[in-house]
């Protein structure tokens, strides 16, 4: 069974200057001008992406900086909107982005649970009734009603992820978290991640960590400005991206790809 | 599309409630007079103007003090929900970046916040109305209706400014002096009555007078607003909040992108 389906998607942003938004000045002096500032200045970050997902896999994203990766990961967790192609996903679908999670850093880390348990489409029982556990996995029990500006970056990731297991996802998208908490949290995590592959839960994974997500993933996909360049295996497809990134005067004494 | 973003803000409901109780806990931590200073804020208004129009200017209005906190806990709730609401969306950015998030609950959270405000004062209002030996009767019946009407035409208003302050970032400075002025505009310091009847067209084309209006005839005069002016309220109210939730809905998706 499938459980992501992308279709040709497409995705352009506005090319931002200094001054990323509009006054009610600069609109009439646009006009003014008659330049229409939006088209010409646009340009595209995902061109014309298509794969799929079957459920119970985990697919890795690669890519260099500015390929697109959390681009792709926005528009599939719906914060983004594709300008063109199809996103078909069965089942709940929750995304752990960045270290923020969409924390709301004046809270406290009580609310934000609540906040975030419904986001993540629990019912407030629902939260209510898993609250200790999510506290306890990710540890907080003695500063979860303090607001959560005043947490560490590894707190607040721990807290999101903690949240998002506890959900009842069945899609979940996770972006470089792997690489921050402590040792001691990034087995939790994996341990975690095992589990959600065991119970057939769908995760696409986006990470610079090659040695995790060789292990972790049964699919890799690799994205080089905004188009998918090679999709598959991810033994083979990893080490072509290896290959790719050292510079050519590095690859004398590495086996050729191509 | 606008029935879907309604359906949608209900069944956030429980979302809407944990953010509205936040806010309000946040207004009032830190400060220590609490609560009590959302109480004294009206009064401060209500005072100062009574001064002003009552004893410096001689105002011929009865019962001064009680007339002004007629219209001006509506005005606070409606001027409060359109000032804060303007800079909701920028100010929630850290959850519209990083998860979807359903934006239309933010600009709801800050009404429904202020409505909870509103609610606060009128315990404090009916004090005022009876110390004053005003003598209330059925029309008492239909504040709920002009309440309801309100509501919906704060909140389609809030969604368009929260929408478009988003794109233009300047509105909000420019809001509040034309708060200012609309609040002058409408008959909530003087009666509609001592407008000149070479000037009512101002009043014709304010949709807060109505509301206004309302309320003074209810709570003070005993008064059933008239089957028209009910039916502007219902009217404003609903073509407002439809016309806020579409321009809300167009401009839904560059927010993730522009804050």
């Known amino acids: 069974m499938i459980a992501v389906e992308v279709e040709n998607l497409s995705k352009r942003f506005r090319r931002q200057t200094v001054q990323p938004y509009t006054t009610i000045k600069s609109a009439l002096v646009d006009i003014f001008r008659r330049r229409k500032s939006t088209e010409a200045e646009s340009f595209e970050v995902l061109r014309d992406i298509t794969f799929s997902v079957k459920q119970g896999q985990t697919l890795s994203i690669l890519g260099r900086n500015g390929s697109g990766k959390s681009t792709l990961l926005k528009v599939l967790a719906g914060i983004y909107r594709a300008d063109h192609g199809r996103i078909c996903v069965h089942g709940r679908l929750g995304a752990l982005l960045d270290l923020g999670t969409g924390f709301h850093p004046e809270f406290s880390g009580r609310e934000n649970v609540f906040i975030n348990g419904i986001i993540l489409g629990l019912s407030k029982k629902e939260v209510r009734q898993r609250f200790d556990r999510i506290v306890q996995f990710a540890g907080l029990e003695t500063s979860i009603d303090e607001p959560v500006k005043t947490y560490s970056s590894g707190m607040y990731m721990r807290l999101g992820f903690a949240v998002a297991v506890h959900a009842d996802l069945d899609v979940l998208l996770i972006d470089e978290i792997l690489a921050v908490g402590d040792a001691a949290f990034q087995l939790k995590c994996s341990d975690k991640i095992a589990e959600f592959r065991q119970h057939g839960k769908t995760i696409i994974l986006v990470s610079h960590d090659l040695t995790s997500v060789e292990q972790l993933s049964d699919e890799v996909l690799w994205l080089d400005r905004g188009v998918i360049r090679e999709r598959g295996e991810p033994q083979r497809v990893i080490s072509q991206y290896r290959w790719d990134m050292v510079g050519p005067e590095e690859r004398t004494g590495l086996p050729e790809h191509h | 599309m606008v029935l879907s973003s309604l359906r949608e803000l209900v069944s956030y409901r429980a979302l809407i409630q944990i953010l509205v109780a936040r806010?309000?806990?946040?207004?009032?931590?830190?400060?220590?007079?609490?609560?009590?200073?959302?109480?004294?804020?009206?009064?401060?208004?209500?005072?100062?103007?009574?001064?002003?129009?009552?004893?410096?200017?001689?105002?011929?209005?009865?019962?001064?003090?009680?007339?002004?906190?007629?219209?001006?806990?509506?005005?606070?709730?409606?001027?409060?929900?359109?000032?804060?609401?303007?800079?909701?969306?920028?100010?929630?950015?850290?959850?519209?970046?990083?998860?979807?998030?359903?934006?239309?609950?933010?600009?709801?959270?800050?009404?429904?916040?202020?409505?909870?405000?509103?609610?606060?004062?009128?315990?404090?209002?009916?004090?005022?109305?009876?110390?004053?030996?005003?003598?209330?009767?059925?029309?008492?019946?239909?504040?709920?209706?002009?309440?309801?009407?309100?509501?919906?035409?704060?909140?389609?208003?809030?969604?368009?400014?929260?929408?478009?302050?988003?794109?233009?970032?300047?509105?909000?400075?420019?809001?509040?002096?034309?708060?200012?002025?609309?609040?002058?505009?409408?008959?909530?310091?003087?009666?509609?009555?001592?407008?000149?009847?070479?000037?009512?067209?101002?009043?014709?084309?304010?949709?807060?007078?109505?509301?206004?209006?309302?309320?003074?005839?209810?709570?003070?005069?005993?008064?059933?607003?008239?089957?028209?002016?009910?039916?502007?309220?219902?009217?404003?109210?609903?073509?407002?909040?439809?016309?806020?939730?579409?321009?809300?809905?167009?401009?839904?998706?560059?927010?993730?992108?522009?804050?």
């Open chain 2, 23 to 259: 806010d309000l806990k946040a207004r009032y931590r830190g400060s220590v007079l609490g609560l009590l200073w959302t109480l004294f804020n009206p009064l401060l208004h209500m005072g100062i103007y009574a001064l002003l129009f009552s004893v410096y200017m001689r105002s011929a209005t009865e019962r001064y003090a009680v007339f002004l906190l007629c219209g001006l806990l509506p005005w606070i709730w409606f001027s409060a929900s359109l000032m804060m609401g303007a800079t909701s969306i920028v100010e929630g950015g850290s959850l519209l970046k990083k998860v979807f998030f359903p934006a239309h609950v933010l600009p709801t959270v800050t009404v429904t916040a202020n409505f909870v405000n509103f609610l606060l004062g009128i315990p404090i209002l009916f004090t005022f109305l009876v110390l004053y030996g005003v003598q209330m009767g059925l029309p008492i019946l239909l504040l709920p209706f002009i309440i309801a009407c309100q509501f919906a035409f704060t909140l389609g208003l809030t969604f368009m400014i929260a929408a478009v302050s988003v794109h233009y970032r300047d509105i909000p400075h420019i809001l509040g002096h034309f708060l200012t002025f609309w609040f002058f505009l409408s008959p909530i310091v003087y009666p509609a009555s001592q407008v000149p009847e070479s000037y009512r067209f101002i009043l014709l084309l304010n949709p807060f007078v109505p509301f206004v209006v309302a309320y003074q005839d209810i709570l003070l005069y005993n008064l059933y607003p008239s089957p028209g002016v009910c039916g502007e309220m219902l009217a404003i109210g609903l073509g407002i909040l439809l016309c806020g939730l579409c321009v809300f809905t167009h401009f839904r998706w560059s927010f993730a992108e522009e804050i």
